[in-house]
């Protein structure tokens, strides 16, 4: 591609270079060079079509799919049955109970090629207050003197705390669930993880006390 190199007014060069075609500035006469110029995945080879990528948008979503797939294949299965927190599904983008999003699964038939939903245990986590917190937030957002809360005495601290843990068992119902990706739920049985064995030692221990 043609590239224009710009120079100042008194014909000083500037450093400075344009794409010929686009007109698009770049800081180095290779950049100015490769602009406009197709840019070829890196993984396929095929030219990509959207600028700034250097994978194209087919590439990338297989790339995306695998670390998918690869992610749901060392999570520990869990029949669903056995689970009864709350679970997500990342192709609906739902949490709700795992025998509910299966429903919604089976509800709507365009899954574009996979047959059943990855759907993973959560965990909660539940609204805390800390006593430290909540005074710093005070002074700071009451906009206090520097180092007021040195002022505070500590020991006030686990007092405030124990009505801080009071109100909240009171106010329990701002509960956020994280997906918890090392286990996933199942409907089929011939999917779930086996419990793991029980070391060796043990059987042998219990196969010896076995006959008392
Ligand atoms: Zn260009
Ligand atoms: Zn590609």
Known sequence: M???ELFHKDGRPAKVWACGACRRVAR???DAHACCQPVHCKTCG??????HWTVCRPCRAA???AREQAKWN???KVHVADYDGVAVCEELEQFDDAATL???WDDDPDHEGLEDPRIYATRPTPLTLDAADVLEDALERQ???EDAASDLDPKGYPLLQAYLDL???AHSSVVSYVPDYSVAIVRDRALVTAPEKEPKEKEDLDAARAPF
């Open 2 to 4: 043609d590239v224009i």
């Open 28 to 30: 180095t006469e290779e």
């Open 46 to 51: 095929k030219e990509v079509e959207e600028r």
């Open 63 to 65: 790339d995306f799919e």
């Open 74 to 76: 060392a999570a520990k």
């Open 102 to 104: 299966f429903e919604f």
């Open 143 to 145: 906009e206090h003197y």
């Open 167 to 169: 109100w909240l068992e």
